[in-house]
């Protein structure tokens, strides 16, 4: 059940409206969380509740700089999300129980 929950991070950082709008905006590059939060009409701890959930999918890497932290895309978890709705929507007869991404 372990590796079920480890993929279904990818799809819970994918449900939400907010953090969608927020890969949108890190679709031109790196951003601080503070231009991430204006237009989002976020607090700061509801921004990090989103980027907690982004950069524990893999789909958003993070950095420190001073005491602001940056964000931008993971190519990684980009081609790790691919491969999983790839993986989980393609029939496969011979494959066994469990997350064909993450029990590999």
């Not at 905006?25 to 907690?52: D, I, N």
């Not at 420190?64 to 393609?90: F, P």
Request: proline share 4%; aromatic share 4%; glycine share 8%.
């Amino acid at each position: 059940m372990d590796s079920y929950q480890k993929c279904a991070k990818v799809f819970k950082a994918l449900c939400d409206p907010k953090r969608l709008a927020i890969l949108d905006q890190l679709r031109s590059g790196e951003k601080c969380a503070c231009v991430l939060q204006e237009p989002m009409e976020l607090t700061q701890s509801g921004l990090s509740y989103h980027m907690k959930i982004l950069c524990d999918s893999g789909l958003v890497i993070s950095r420190q700089e001073g005491k602001w932290t940056h964000y931008r895309l993971s190519e990684a978890g980009r081609e790790q999300a691919v491969k999983l709705l790839r993986a989980v929507t393609t029939p496969d007869s011979d494959q066994g129980g469990g997350c064909p991404l993450c029990s590999q």
